[in-house]
């Protein structure tokens, strides 16, 4: 039966040849490097002739020094990232010396070196001992004590003594002829607390103010954050309630910045920055977008993959056919040719690509992953490149790298902090009054303010009383009587130091 199917068919074949007809046989493609494509002879028969090489389209990366434009081996243009250039570094008007540093791209660069402190010097030149003080720059120094007086040891006078100052300032006593002024004592409105006798030195009877009795010592339990006694006016204890101290925090391993912020008790308080997602679009997409969410919760662009038509007829083929992946992935006839094999690649994670073998036989073979379109996220402090899993190149941001601190020139030194980077950084210390303690003074002392308005005190001059003819107190008496009370006021000042002692000259 397929002898004379066979035999039929020769009988046509001649038939047609004899009314000048050609009978098309299926063209065989030889082996292209860039593939090949069909057409129609004159007598409309199907031919394969190679295709030409399409360029791709090639767009540039962002590059952060700019783009460098090259030729491949086809003639097709590209584009690659040009490397960091180092730029010269110079420093000027460094006043204690200068030296180089290298940056994160391994460039030099040059910093003024910072002021070096000399060892700390020796103050045996002093005649009455010294300590150490600290100049502008926070360098230790010496500063000479002044020589201290004497306690003063008077002897035994039949009328007194009176008080001299020596070469040094410092007093000194000697016996002076004196006799006892009447008595008068002040009265109630001037002596609030009552008066009592006393004798002076020469063994004169006179009056003095009782001085003001002080309570009990108070309590300072009602204070939220700590107390200390300090004395008042009358040298009496008072409680003083402790301010709210700040706590010390650190905001320095914050991967996305540092904020800060006032609290209740108005403390500047700080605090890590949330992750801002950055602004990413889509753009050229051929088949149309859609947004995906990332591992940080931000919303991205991605262009949509081709979707392929409808599987298509491959009833044409004269020798059956099988279904291959054309560029998108999508089903493709493809014409079996005669005792070809059928190889099924519809395994290939990547796509399939196809070639003719030396009998015309189509041969699959899987394709190589492509690495994606690279895009880099806005970074405030510039762009790092690496390579994923699959040796595609991708970017991440760089974190923020601190410079060294630069301290100012400080009358009283400086203090170290942290920037909204948390970063180091310095300022100058305010100056902090040393604690004043006034010394025992026979004619009581008085407050001042110095340079830095801190508190002074010093010792006040005794005026002796004069006296008229008749034997009662002028108004040089008056003075004197003034000074007795200031001596009093002094006594009551000075119970927080030592014992209350009165002297009437």
Known sequence: MILSRLLLLCSLLAAVGAFGYKYCQEPKCPKCDHGYEYGKDEYGCKTCVCADLKCPSHECPKCEYGVEYTTDEYGC?????????????????????????????????????????????YCDYCEYGYYYTYDSYGCATCYCKEYECPKITCPKCEYGYTYTKDSKGCYTCSCKDYSCPPKKCPSKRVCPYGTEHKKDNYNCPYCVCKPYECPDKPDCSYCKYGYEYYADAYGCHACYCKPYICPKQKCNECKYGVEYYTDEYDCKLCKCKDYKCPKKECHDCKWGEEYLTDSY?????????????????????????????????????????????YKDCSYCEYGVKYELDAYNCHNCSCKDYKCPKKECPYCDHGTEYIYDYYGCETCICKEYECADPKCPDCKHGYEYAFDSYGCKTCSCKDYVCPHVECPYCYNGYEYGKDEYNCDT??????????????????????AGYSSRRGNSAGSRRRSRYGSRRSYVG
């Open 77 to 121: 243009k590209t584009c690659v990232c040009k490397d960091h250039e180092c730029v010269k570094s110079e420093c000027h008007d460094c006043q204690y010396g200068e030296e180089y540093k290298t940056d994160h791209y391994g460039c030099d660069y040059c910093v003024c070196k910072p002021y070096v402190c000399p060892e700390t010097p």
């Open 297 to 341: 919760g931000c919303t991205y662009c991605v262009c949509k993959p081709y979707q392929c038509p409808k599987k298509p007829d491959c009833s044409y083929c004269e020798y059956g056919y099988y279904y291959g992946a054309d560029e998108y992935g999508c089903p493709k006839c493809y014409c079996k040719d005669y005792g070809c094999e």
């Open 457 to 478: 005190c010093k010792c006040k001059t005794y005026t002796a009383p004069t006296y008229s003819s008749s034997g009662h107190a002028g108004s040089s008496g008056s």
